[in-house]
């Protein structure tokens, strides 16, 4: 029976694949919980307050919070190809990528009573404020969500589909744990000869 043990492959090696990215499989369902309805934590922020310069306008306190947590990939930090982490997490860490530079700069802007939207990418996560300088990679036409206060809005982005991809890979693969990988090698060999193992039928007798 080919046609089961294709099936049987591919259940194992969609299982294994999960729980090599996510050892904790809730981690992903709760980071796409925390995309949708981010968690704004002033408290968690409270520490950072003190460091601001006086009479920081929105532009400098962003370039504060992307000086004090630098970049860094969520394999790097968390341990998992995509996180959202909580600002208590992001605060803790002290580094991370664009998703932790959000929630520490919004739950900022909340604690200040900055107003500012969230916006969102297939690959980036950004707040827009009065005044705020549009890039190539922060702007309107690549947005794919944006939320002003409770309202969530989707469009269709305009992006570079190619470069998209080249991002995605990088945070994807070449920065996952070596050990990762060979985990995932393991699990393509284990399918494969799971695949090919001949299913035993029992024959009925007449």
């Avoid at 043990?5 to 981690?27: C, G």
Wanted: aromatic residues 16%; glycine residues 4%; hydrophobic residues 45%.
């Amino acid at each position: 029976m080919p046609g089961k043990n294709r099936r049987l492959a591919l259940f194992f090696l969609l299982l294994w694949s999960f729980l090599v990215l996510y050892p904790r499989p809730t981690a992903l369902g709760e980071s796409l919980y925390r995309l949708i309805v981010p968690p704004v934590e002033t408290g968690a922020v409270v520490p950072l307050i003190s460091g601001l310069p006086s009479g920081a306008d929105p532009a400098a306190l962003e370039k504060y919070i992307l000086e004090t947590f630098p970049y860094q990939h969520d394999w790097q930090v968390y341990g998992y190809p995509w996180y959202f982490p909580t600002t208590a997490e992001a605060v803790q860490k002290g580094k991370g990528d664009c998703k932790t530079r959000f929630i520490v700069l919004a739950s900022l802007f909340e604690a200040l009573q900055v107003p500012y939207e969230l916006f969102i990418s297939p690959t980036h996560i950004w707040i827009y404020y009065v005044g705020k300088e549009e890039t190539s990679l922060e702007n309107l036409e690549v947005a794919l969500f944006y939320r002003d206060d409770d309202k969530l809005t989707f469009k269709l982005p305009r992006m570079n589909w190619r470069e998209s991809a080249a991002v995605t890979w990088e945070a994807f693969w070449v920065y996952m744990p070596p050990q990762r990988k060979r985990l995932l090698y393991t699990g393509l060999v284990f399918a494969l000869l799971l695949y090919l193992t001949p299913v035993k039928t029992r024959r009925l007798r007449s």
